[in-house]
């Protein structure tokens, strides 16, 4: 395998022992140790690859939304109707890799911490954005520029508050298949309300 492809190979590897970490111990408890023996390595090619706990941290949570970039990519193709978008872009944060524990585990962790941890807040401020961005891309041919800016914060929102009840529910995988359901619902209500038509 060349160079690059055994770098990229454990840089990937030691993202998924962070993510196992995480998962196991919480983020406070995680360290370059827990993480290197999951991944089944030294603790001094986290160094080597990434510099240090901090960066690989980062690199994890870039990875997640990385995740979430690519599941709508996937999904959004662009002969589709803008109404079919927004159920797409609803299913991308419903994946069952979102909803799967090390995921979920490593997201509530990641959050709690970017209150102290500005580097970490930004991401979020990034992975926020780009969804009420998404949001709105496909809202404004329906709705117009202002209503479509207040319904993609809306459905946002709920996004995000589905997925984090559903996170902390002691039924996660019921109430997340209930959370995603209700977001569609919301959005076509929405869109009903404004006249659109339903696109299937």
Known sequence: MPVTGIKDTRRKQLID???????????????INS????????SGIISHYFGGKQELIEATVRQLLEELKQSL??????????????????EANFTEFQ???PATKSWLSFWAQAMHDPRLARLQQVNSQRLIS????SFRPLLGPEQARIAA?????LIDGFWLRSALS????????????????????????????ACH
Request: aromatic share 4%; hydrophobic share 35%; charged share 25%.
């Open 17 to 31: 022992a962070t993510l196992a970490s995480v998962a196991e111990y919480g983020l406070q408890h995680t360290t």
């Open 35 to 42: 993480i290197s023996r999951l991944a089944g390595m030294s």
């Open 73 to 90: 990519l996937s999904r959004a193709s662009t002969d589709i109707s803008p109404q079919q978008r927004l159920i797409r872009i609803v």
């Open 99 to 101: 909803r799967s524990r």
């Open 134 to 137: 998404n949001l709105r891309y």
């Open 153 to 157: 914060r809306q459905t946002a929102a």
């Open 170 to 197: 002691t039924e996660p995988d019921r109430d997340f298949r209930e959370g995603e359901q209700l977001c569609k619902k919301f959005i076509m209500d929405l869109l009903q309300q404004h006249g659109v038509t």
